[in-house]
Every structure is written in structure tokens, then in C-alpha cells.
């Protein structure tokens, strides 16, 4: 079966750094995209990385290992209105995404 | 309107009852896709249609059926409602299908089927 493993939960500190793993098992692989979704609102795209290595996009970067199954998300300066869920998402060898259920990340002042 | 939109926001329904949600995009994109979010599991894929005339069916296709007329729009139908399928709906499109382009996705309807 597909898998897509992620912390449910992560508590953090404002100005701090915060990673979020994410361990994928699937049929296939044509890339792994981060979303980040806020309560009550429609996930919005953040990354998307299909080489192994790391994507840096401000203060958000993403790193993926192909060979370990491994994404993380690395969220630097941490702001309060980060406070939302991440959502990592596989595309499988049929090109639909595989998404898992999401970290919740709690910004504390 | 720039995006996707869906209708409605919100809806309770009694079970038995028909119900179609709504989503239209204005991007053009070929690909749209209806997922569903439960707590506690990812995104579920439910349908989806790669360019107007043609639809798919994803992960968890019963009780659901779609139509795509035009690019623009793509309504999902729930044919008699139950209440495992109290849900939120996502509506989402992509420029292609196929390929790894980014999924946008339209603001969600929270349906509560009683």
C-alpha cells in the first residue's frame, strides 16, 4: 500500500526554527509537494522537490532523500502566522498525489 | 473572479437527500480534481477529470459521480447522501494532467449530511 508518514502535531517558538518530517512509501514517485493550510481554508502550495537536495524559497526550505523515502520542511524565523497545518503530498507513478494527514504546528510566543 | 470557486460554503443535508456541489476555476486549467478532507487523514481524492469530456475515478469514488461539460466547470454529485459523507470538499485544478504541476485549490464546502 501508499503510505505518507508525518508528525501529527509540533509545538514551536516565535523567531525559532521548526522542522517537519515527512516519510513517504509509494507506488512510483514523480516528486513531493509541501502545502500549508490554515484553519479553515483551502491548502495553498509552498514546494515541490522531485531531485534530492534542498529547495531553500525564503524563509521556507524543503529537502528531499529519494533513496530514504524522506522529505522535511524547515521553517526559519518562525511568525505567528505560521500557525498552520502542513501538508506533504506524493505523486505516484499514475501522476495523483498521495497526500498525508498533515502537522499541526502551534506557534507560541 | 480569479481562481476557483466553490457553492456552498456550507450545507446540511438530511441523508437520502441529492446534492450537487459546485466548483468553476477561471485559469484554464485542463486538470480538476474533487478531494475530501477527514480529521485525522489526508486528502482523499475523489474524482477527477484530465481535460473537459473525460472524468476519472480516484480513491474513493462510491456514492459520488461528476461532470465535466466545459473546462471550466466541475460539479460533484452526491446521488443520496449518508452520513459517512459529512465531510469538507476541496475542489482543485492543475494547468495539465499527467504531470506535476501545481494543484490549486478553490476555498472548500463543509457538508453535513444528518
Known amino acids: 500500500g501508499q503510505n505518507i508518514d508525518q508528525p501529527t502535531e509540533m509545538t514551536a517558538t516565535e523567531g525559532a526554527i521548526v522542522q517537519i518530517n515527512c516519510t513517504y512509501q509509494?507506488?512510483?514517485?514523480?516528486?513531493l509537494f509541501w502545502y500549508q493550510q490554515h484553519a479553515g481554508e483551502a491548502p495553498t502550495f509552498l514546494s515541490y522537490n522531485v531531485l534530492d537536495g534542498l529547495e531553500e524559497k525564503g524563509r521556507f526550505s524543503s529537502f528531499l532523500s529519494r533513496s530514504k523515502g524522506y522529505s522535511y520542511l524547515l521553517l526559519k524565523e518562525l511568525q505567528m502566522k505560521d500557525s498552520a497545518s502542513y501538508l506533504c503530498?506524493?505523486?505516484?507513478?499514475?501522476?495523483?498525489?498521495?497526500w498525508g494527514a498533515g502537522t499541526k504546528l502551534i506557534i507560541k510566543p | 473572479i480569479a481562481g476557483i470557486t466553490q457553492a456552498p460554503t456550507s450545507q446540511i443535508l438530511a441523508a437520502g437527500r441529492r446534492m450537487t456541489l459546485r466548483c468553476t476555476q477561471d485559469m484554464r486549467h485542463n486538470a480538476m480534481y474533487w478531494y475530501r478532507q477527514d480529521l485525522g487523514l489526508g486528502l482523499r481524492l475523489i474524482h477527477y477529470s484530465n481535460t473537459a469530456g473525460t472524468t476519472g475515478k480516484g480513491e474513493v469514488p462510491d456514492g459520488y459521480s461528476v461532470s465535466r461539460a466545459n473546462t471550466d466547470d466541475f460539479p460533484l454529485t452526491l446521488a443520496s447522501a449518508v452520513p459517512s459523507q459529512t465531510s469538507v470538499y476541496f475542489c482543485a485544478s492543475s494547468e495539465r494532467a499527467g504531470g506535476t504541476d501545481t494543484q490549486y485549490f478553490g476555498p472548500g464546502t463543509r457538508l453535513t449530511a444528518l
Open positions: 509509494t507506488s512510483g514517485f514523480n516528486g
Open positions: 503530498a506524493v505523486m505516484d507513478s499514475n501522476y495523483q498525489l498521495i
